[in-house]
């Protein structure tokens, strides 16, 4: 669904050499029913809503059941079964006062009220409360005026009523200004419109109650054109300000040249102006922020007028005023503008050979043929456009006539292929200031090899940068390629100047910037592409494979972004060199299978770096990340990893993931996760755990351990967070295993205890020597504040104190508690 801008009281701008403006009737029949029903032609409605239907192209408006009211004022009516029939409620006259709303106090306390009862396009109305009821006399010809109660301010002019029993016509309406527009999505207010409902005759039953089957026809007492534009481009014309119309010979407005509409009333069935002076030029101001507004083709602006009626053809002027320029435009029509219709005027920006808004110039056909080097008609000279954009390719002549006499050119945009360019841009222009070039059609990028000041080259659908382009250009700093497949060897080598190599303000290869939905299909790097240009960022979504020196023999690069998910990283000298330096922040490894131990992949000390994404089935090897991300970092996929092997997470002290692996692992490797952050491990599967692979995790608090025999050597020592440990087939306890953890730790044993090494509890434990014939018992009465649950059949158990041999040596310590509990 397109969308809507709502203005109202202001004047149209039409687009020149059009036909006659397209009607859009949104009018729909009357729908008999209970209540009052009616086609609405203005909605308005409390909403706001209007829309252009998909189905049939023409504007429709809703009524709201939840929120729309409207007010009766009747002649020749009785309410509610009582009532003086032959004034207008009461009153000879009524005005809004200082309100900010027009209310039934406002009008009298004999105003009917009536509520929408169904959503649509139809209304259906009904009494709000039985006081509300209408009814006809059969010697009285009724009338009514009907007007939103719950509505904004109708604007500064009163409503006025000049009714008498002879003279049911002359009730008056106001109508406010509304002559700027604040952003596209605001909705000018429509529902503050007032609405009128013709006379009614015919009624035969003094019984008949409006809130039974009258028909209400609703008007509005305007006309409304609908703008909207077709090949807008904000960077070519920049934001629309404002669009003015101006006739010739009929009024399009009342009361000032802002086009505020004064009063009106319907005279004889039609619509006529009361009071107010007349003018034939309105202006809508498209305001944001007083610069204008951020256009599309798909916006559409409405515009409200009192009607226009023309007996002959009448021709007017319409401008559009652009950020860049205004674009002055004739018109001519000889059909009357009617109230309650919406009348479309589209502004082609295709349609005309070229356009000029100051000092910029658009071609959409052809360039004008000069007189005397300036424009046709005019003392303007080709020399001082400094923005040239044409949208076809220009013809060899017309490249000639470009580069003779459109000098003050700073900013170029051509649609033709790099070759019409040859290898200096003097062979288009002879102007020195020009700094920015765009191709929006060249599939090769263009071999530039001097111009002083040049700094941007925009190749919008460039495909292929040519071997050496842009080798030692040191004047341009940014290329935007978006679209580039291919750049050949040394493209880029020795171009120090270069911030940007690819799309938008980032230093980058080519690829995608969060959230700015851009896409990469460079899959091929020559040799030495980028020797010496000094990237921070590398981004290429579909690169699969590199040369053997890319970025030439530099190492510790300066990148801090290598994102290539298709990568496979295959090429040694490569990976050094990608994986160099110490400010990586953030690595895309999804093109890899297996990282670290033997592989040439490693992010071991990389501390900067946050992010990793990994591949769903990746290997990880030793060393793989040792002592990275130590300001923060997550492990994409972690959980999907197929091993774990010798230090691959050793000093990552951001690493907080809580891991559960989903492929089937049975070994953590030695020092794996010391001195990370992990909260939570599953070792649901796992039947070996290296040494020290958990050491000094002190965000762990608990563990349950099915499978494993063998607590080795320091495997948890300093995890002084660890509460609770279920160990359920650990015999074996070696050196530093259960040292350092929380006091108070319970720890439960299901099976018999075989092994335990002298220091498996703490590290003090175990200082003289012993023989089986002569025990000593080594550091008797030594406290450990751990509670134990054992096996029934634990042997050295008394009481708190557990004793125990190792090698030649026993060993006696005191826990909090040892409980006796499992078979």
């Not at 006309?223 to 010979?249: A, H, Q, R, W």
């Not at 090769?444 to 919008?460: D, E, K, M, R, Y």
């Amino acid at each position: 669904m397109k969308k809507e801008l709502f203005t109202l009281a202001s004047a149209a701008l039409i687009f020149a050499g059009c036909a006659n403006e397209e009607l859009l009737d949104i009018t729909t029949p009357k729908v008999e029913s209970e209540g009052i029903t009616f086609g609405i032609i203005d909605d308005a409605i409390t909403r706001g809503d209007i829309n252009k239907d998909p189905a049939d192209g023409k504007f429709k408006s809703y009524w709201n059941a939840e929120i729309d009211e409207i007010s009766i004022a009747y002649f020749g009516v009785e309410k509610n079964g009582a009532g003086d029939i032959t004034l207008w409620n009461g009153f000879t006259g009524a005005t809004r006062g200082a309100s900010s709303e027009v209310t039934a106090k406002n009008l009298g306390t004999d105003i009917a009220t009536y509520k929408a009862t169904r959503t649509g396009r139809s209304g259906y109305f009904t009494a709000k409360e039985p006081a509300s009821l209408l009814t006809f006399k059969e010697d009285k010809k009724a009338a009514f005026r009907v007007f939103r109660t719950n509505k904004a301010s109708l604007g500064n002019t009163d409503l006025i009523y000049e009714s008498t029993d002879e003279n049911v016509e002359t009730m008056k309406l106001a109508v406010a200004a509304f002559n700027t527009q604040d952003q596209p999505s605001k909705k000018a207010p429509f529902g503050n419109f007032v609405m009128v409902a013709d006379t009614i005759g015919g009624i035969n039953s003094a019984d008949l109650a409006v809130g039974e089957s009258l028909n209400l026809s609703f008007e509005r007492a305007f006309s409304c054109l609908v703008f909207n534009t077709k090949g807008y481009n904000v960077d070519t014309y920049g934001k629309l300000v404002s669009i003015e119309v101006e006739l010739t010979t009929n009024d399009i407005a009342w009361d000032d040249a802002t086009g505020k509409v004064d009063i009106a009333k319907k005279t004889d069935g039609e619509w006529v102006l009361s009071d107010g002076n007349g003018t034939k030029k309105v202006t809508l101001t498209l305001n944001q922020s007083n610069s204008g507004l951020e256009w599309s083709d798909d916006y559409y602006a409405f515009m409200q007028i009192l009607p226009v009626k023309r007996s002959d053809l009448e021709n007017y002027t319409v401008k559009f005023e652009f950020e860049y320029g205004t674009i002055p435009l004739a018109k001519s029509s000889n059909r009357s503008w009617l109230a309650n219709n919406f009348y479309t005027i589209e502004l082609d920006l295709t349609a005309q050979d070229y356009v000029v808004l100051g000092t910029t110039m658009i071609v959409n056909k052809n360039m004008p043929t000069l007189e005397e080097g300036n424009f046709p008609g005019t003392s303007t000279a080709a020399s001082t456009i400094t923005t040239f954009t044409s949208d076809v390719p220009l013809s060899a002549s017309q490249l000639a006539d470009l580069k003779e006499n459109y000098t003050g050119i700073t900013n170029l945009t051509l649609a033709n292929p790099a070759a019409d360019l040859g290898t200096n841009l003097e062979n288009v222009t002879k102007g020195s200031n020009i700094t920015t070039l765009t191709l929006t059609a060249a599939t090769t990028a263009p071999v530039i090899t001097s111009l002083t000041g040049f700094t941007t080259l925009n190749g919008l659908a460039v495909t292929s940068v040519p071997a050496g382009a842009y080798k030692d250009n040191t004047v341009i700093n940014k290329l935007n390629f978006p679209k580039v497949e291919t750049i050949g060897a040394n493209a880029f080598e020795g171009a120090t100047n270069i911030t940007t190599i690819g799309c938008d303000n980032e230093a980058l290869v080519i690829g995608t910037i969060e959230g700015k939905n851009k896409t990469s299909v460079l899959t091929t790097i020559g040799d030495n592409a980028f020797a010496g240009v000094s990237l921070t960022l590398i981004d290429a979504p579909a690169l699969t494979s590199l040369s053997n020196l890319p970025f030439g023999y530099k190492m510790d690069n300066l990148w801090t972004k290598v994102l290539l998910p298709k990568y496979d990283w295959s090429e040694n000298m490569v990976c050094v060199q990608l994986l160099s330096g110490t400010a990586l922040t953030e690595i895309d490894l999804s093109g890899v299978s297996a990282i670290g131990g033997n592989t040439s992949i490693s992010l071991e000390n990389k501390t900067a770096l946050t992010k990793v994404i990994l591949n769903e089935n990746t290997a990880i090897g030793a060393k793989a990340f040792k002592g990275a991300g130590t300001t923060g970092f997550e492990v994409e996929n972690i959980n999907k990893i197929t091993s774990v092997g010798d230090e691959a997470f050793s000093g990552c002290t951001n690493l907080t993931a809580a891991i559960d692996f989903e492929n089937v692992i049975t070994e953590i490797g030695k020092e794996a996760f010391k001195g990370t952050a992990i909260t939570a491990f599953d070792f649901t599967g796992i039947t070996t755990i290296g040494e020290g692979a958990f050491q000094n995790v002190a965000t762990l608090t608990s563990v349950v351990i099915d499978d494993v025999a063998t607590l080795e050597k320091n495997v948890f020592n300093g995890a002084n967070n660890l509460a609770t440990m279920s160990l359920k087939n650990v015999t074996t306890i070696k050196e530093g295993a259960l040292t350092g953890l929380k006091t108070g730790a319970i720890i439960m044993f299901n099976k018999v205890l075989t092994d335990i090494d002298g220091k498996a509890f703490h590290a003090t434990l175990g200082a003289e020597a012993g023989t089986e014939g002569d025990p000593i018992i080594v550091n008797t009465n030594t406290s450990l504040g751990y509670n134990l649950y054992v096996s029934r059949n634990q042997e050295g158990v008394n009481g708190n104190v557990l004793t125990w041999k190792s090698g030649d040596k026993y060993y006696q310590a005191t826990f909090a508690s040892i409980v006796k509990v499992f078979d």
